[in-house]
């Protein structure tokens, strides 16, 4: 069997490996020059920056397996941060005693190992599908790709939409909205920030979250740098932001939570349009068509968050081998 994975991202790659391992010939089609997706990070600042995942956490069994084994493996580590919360001006020691992993040497360490570099088509954005008795996938350059069996769409559900158009009934039953925006900067400090804290969620401010990224295993560079997350609302409120905008308000929120002038030598901005699971709406399972061997998958099929990504895969494997 002939798989295409649209998408190479946790679930994608979960997906993929599963399917490796049944068997199946695998490839995978990226629109980005390096896989990972949202778990992926920036080799900047002499170290990995990660502006998307900030870590990962394990609830289910058969994470927790793979998990141990990256472990063993060197390519994922505990992340033991100082974690605070703060809130209506003050900043306290959070008791969340949860246990954070993160890849080593970066986040999108782990998810693709072993895998052949000939598996993979980066820098190739699927624009139309088309199944004609196999998959035929077109690329917005031109290029085009035939002869798969079955295809599965790992994508944020607002992109996977835009591919089915030859399949309404699969489409109407994606959640197009589930995923809400973030603008995400890295600061490089000139001076450490003092304060013990290396973690922070931040309630009723621009900024949601904030880390010091050079604290995690394996990211130890000459200066400190920190991530900062801004809330879906205010990233929905101002996508067209600069990094420069951003940065000096990021600057600005370390300084005030911190209570230190906080003085910045480089930044780097990332902004992700479709970022993170709206809560407050229901998540749907992976979808499977009922006319075509195609599946959808993602983390937002499970409620968002790095382990549903993976866990979203893994089920999406299993579908396209019954399909
Ligand atoms: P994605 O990673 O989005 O993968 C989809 C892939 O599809 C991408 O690589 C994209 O380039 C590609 N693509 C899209 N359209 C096309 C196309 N037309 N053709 C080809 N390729 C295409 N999770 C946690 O567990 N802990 C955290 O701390 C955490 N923090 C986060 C912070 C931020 C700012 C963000 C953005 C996410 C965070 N998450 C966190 C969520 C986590 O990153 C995701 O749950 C997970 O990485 C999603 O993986 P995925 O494979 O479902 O999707």
């Known amino acids: 069997?002939?798989?295409?994975?649209?998408?190479?991202?946790?679930?994608?790659?979960?997906?993929?490996?599963?399917?490796?391992?049944a068997g199946a010939e695998v490839h995978w089609f990226d629109k980005s020059r390096a896989t990972a997706?949202?778990?992926?990070?920036k080799r900047v600042f002499g170290s990995h920056v990660d502006l998307g995942a900030q870590y990962f956490t394990v609830r289910q069994l058969a994470f927790r397996q793979q998990v141990d084994l990256w472990e063993q493996q060197q390519l994922v580590a505990p992340w033991p941060a100082q974690l605070y919360c703060f809130a209506n001006g003050h900043l306290q020691q959070s008791n969340d005693d949860i246990k954070r992993?993160?890849?080593?040497?970066?986040?999108?360490?782990?998810?693709?190992?072993?895998?052949s570099e000939l598996a993979f088509t980066l820098n190739c954005r699927i624009q139309v599908i088309e199944y004609q008795?196999?998959?035929?996938?077109?690329?917005?350059?031109?290029?085009?790709?035939?002869?798969?069996?079955?295809?599965?769409?790992?994508?944020?559900?607002a992109q996977a939409?835009?591919?089915l158009a030859q399949d309404d009934d699969l489409r109407q039953q994606v959640p197009t909205s589930l995923l809400q925006p973030c603008q995400a900067i890295a600061l490089e400090l000139s001076e450490p920030i003092t304060h013990p804290a290396t973690a922070v969620f931040v309630k009723n401010r621009p900024v949601s979250w904030l880390a010091n990224n050079s604290d995690k295993p394996g990211r130890k560079a000459e200066r400190q740098h920190?991530?900062?997350?801004?809330?879906?609302?205010?990233s929905q409120q101002h996508?067209?932001?600069?990094?420069?905008?951003?940065s000096l308000l990021a600057q600005a929120e370390l300084s005030l939570l911190f209570q230190q002038d906080?003085?910045?030598?480089?930044?780097?901005?990332?902004?992700?349009?479709?970022?993170?699971?709206?809560?407050?709406?229901?998540a749907p399972g992976v979808l499977i068509s009922r006319r075509f061997p195609c599946v959808l998958t993602g983390d937002w099929c499970l409620g968002g968050r790095v382990e549903n990504a993976w866990l979203a895969g893994q089920q999406a494997a299993k579908a396209v081998l019954h399909v």
Request: charged share 15%; glycine share 10%.
């Open 133 to 157: 008795q196999g998959w035929q996938l077109q690329a917005e350059d031109g290029r085009s790709f035939s002869g798969f069996d079955a295809l599965v769409l790992a994508l944020p559900p």
């Open 161 to 163: 939409a835009e591919l």
């Open 262 to 282: 906080v003085q910045v030598e480089q930044s780097v901005h990332q902004r992700w349009l479709y970022a993170i699971v709206d809560a407050e709406q229901p």
């Open 1 to 21: 069997m002939r798989v295409a994975i649209v998408g190479a991202g946790v679930a994608g790659l979960s997906c993929g490996q599963a399917l490796l391992a």
């Open 226 to 234: 920190w991530v900062l997350h801004f809330t879906p609302e205010f």
């Open 101 to 115: 992993y993160v890849g080593l040497p970066a986040m999108h360490s782990p998810w693709r190992v072993g895998l």
């Open 239 to 246: 996508l067209t932001a600069t990094a420069d905008e951003l």
């Open 37 to 41: 997706g949202r778990a992926s990070a």
